[in-house]
């Protein structure tokens, strides 16, 4: 019976993969990437290989039937992102809902996924939390932030290095800018980095120093 596996990728060290990870990657018979140079890059790393094919954002929509079709002409196929667990803010939702529509078994092996540590670690409760993925880019974007001021949970975003500095300036206006907030960076790498302070505090350090690498931003729930 064929099956698809999602199998988290490390965000950072590579030593994050787990060995669990390692045997499906190896006893697979394709892999599906969001872009396969990085795939392919971490397979050579651990001297694995195997077929991959493209699956992302661009030819999701295009090549989903196509691709539950070959997912049903093999007994195990792989989706794999970038970095972190497939599925969180990056394709693969509609292709793990084709192949549930399709009578495909559909797994998912626990591992990396960026929003967790930096949760743990920002300071904030952690026993309830909503996690909002990308905000929009244009169209209901200060709608989406408002929605956010009276959230009595821990708020998740994840955001680009490019925007950070414009997410926290609009956040200032659009909420309140002494609501206590976290920037991490780098999850798992070199670099890793907590900013902590008010929002109006991180604004103005995102203003006057560059923001490089993956971003999760976290805002503390809203209390009367």
């Known amino acids: ?56 954002a661009h030819n999701e929509h295009r090549f989903l039937e196509k691709t539950v079709s070959l997912i049903e002409q093999n007994t195990t196929s ?42 743990v670690a920002s300071g904030f409760p952690s026993d309830k939390f909503i996690f909002e993925g990308f905000l929009p880019h244009k169209k209901g974007r200060q709608t989406r932030i408002q929605a956010l001021s009276e959230e009595t949970r821990t708020i998740i975003l994840y955001e680009s290095p490019h925007r950070i500095s414009k997410t926290l300036l609009q956040m200032c206006e659009w909420l309140n800018p002494e609501r206590e907030a976290c920037v991490v960076r780098e999850i798992s790498k070199k670099f890793e ?32």
């Open 193 to 224: 980095t907590y900013h902590r302070g008010t929002l109006r505090e991180l604004a103005t350090y995102f203003t006057e120093h560059e923001a490089k690498g993956e971003i999760v931003l976290l805002l503390k729930g809203y209390a009367e």
């Open 78 to 119: 792989i989706l794999v992102s970038d970095a972190g667990t497939p599925g969180i803010s990056d394709p693969g939702f509609l292709l793990v809902r084709a192949c549930i529509q399709a009578g495909i078994e559909v797994e998912c092996l626990p591992g990396p996924t960026a929003f967790v540590p930096a949760l």
């Open 1 to 56: 019976m064929p099956k698809l596996i999602l199998v988290p990728t490390p965000i950072g060290n590579l030593e994050d993969i787990t060995l669990r990870a390692l045997r499906i990657l190896k006893e697979a018979d394709i892999i599906f990437a969001e872009d396969t140079r990085v795939t392919n890059k971490l397979l050579q790393h651990f001297e694995i290989k195997k077929k991959v094919l493209a699956y992302h």
